[in-house]
């Protein structure tokens, strides 16, 4: 068998703590779904929401299922016509499967939107960390969970049989008094280390030490406080369906692009 890279008991009771007024982060990912659909001119009736954290998702789309994101999601094959992957893909143990089981739940023609935490999130943090312990412990433990790059995700999208897949992304950007103040949040938040493969003895107060002493000398935001990035990626594919645009054969095009621009076509030196 694979080897599990989250921790889901850990991850669970994570979660548990997880206070209201710290879900920054879902609140960010809920705009930019609602940006999208938006732009989307088809309404949906049939909604489901993939997620870690059911009672925020579910007040803001109170019409929704809303299901866990347990390896084996509880979906109904061809029952929707919309769904909504959030702020848990970036844990998962197989987010291809993931796809997979939104894609297999759709009707044809059907959306996924899935939003998750990307590769740039907490990079300051990772860097003064990695470095403090690397000095203090001459090792280093996994603590924050790897997270796919932008370049990477039209490629799982294409991998789940999705159709038009489109990917991006936004930064947002905290500030905080100090490790142990963004440390706190992660926490409020539900997003502390649960990787299978992390140490489970309490890391030494040195480390911490050193840690802050390095994020304060490189990551100082103007206010004078420490500056935390959050990328968030967002992620849309469609269910196939004869209706939708199809890209044009090689070789098939009636004009010359030159033409189409109004400019001069110039062949390329050897």
């Known amino acids: ?86 702020m848990a893909l970036h844990w998962a143990n197989d987010p291809v499967g993931q796809l997979i089981q939104c894609r297999r739940a759709l009707r044809p023609d ?17 860097r003064a960390l990695g470095d403090a312990e690397i000095a203090e412990t001459g090792g280093l433990s996994p603590r924050i969970a790897p997270m796919p790059e932008l370049r990477d995700l039209g490629g799982l999208l294409q991998r789940a049989g999705l159709a038009l897949p489109v990917a991006d992304t936004a930064i947002l950007t905290a500030e905080y008094r100090d490790i142990w103040h963004l440390m706190r949040d992660l926490r409020a938040m539900g997003e502390t280390n649960a990787l299978a493969a992390r140490h489970r003895k309490p890391t030494s107060g040195r480390v911490f030490e050193r840690a802050q002493d390095l994020y304060a ?39 010359r692009l030159a033409d189409a621009l109004s400019t001069d076509e110039n062949p390329l030196r050897d």
């Open 217 to 255: 000398q490189h990551f100082v935001a103007a206010s004078g406080r420490l500056r935390a990035s959050f990328e968030i990626q967002v992620l849309t594919g469609w269910a196939p369906d004869d209706s939708q645009p199809k890209p044009l054969r090689p070789g098939s095009a009636q004009q």
């Open 110 to 126: 059907g959306l996924v939107i899935a939003a998750s935490l990307g590769g740039d999130t907490l990079q300051e943090l990772r």
């Open 1 to 86: 068998m694979t080897a599990q890279m989250t921790d889901t008991a850990a991850l669970a009771l994570h979660r548990a703590r997880a206070t209201p007024d710290a879900l920054f982060l879902h609140d960010a990912a809920a705009d930019e779904v609602q940006d999208r659909l938006e732009m989307v001119n088809k309404s949906f009736s049939d909604v489901a929401i993939v997620t870690g954290f059911p009672d925020y998702w579910a007040q803001r789309f109170p019409d929704a299922k809303v299901v866990a994101d347990t390896d084996t999601l509880d979906l109904v094959p061809g029952e929707h016509d919309l769904i909504l992957h959030m």
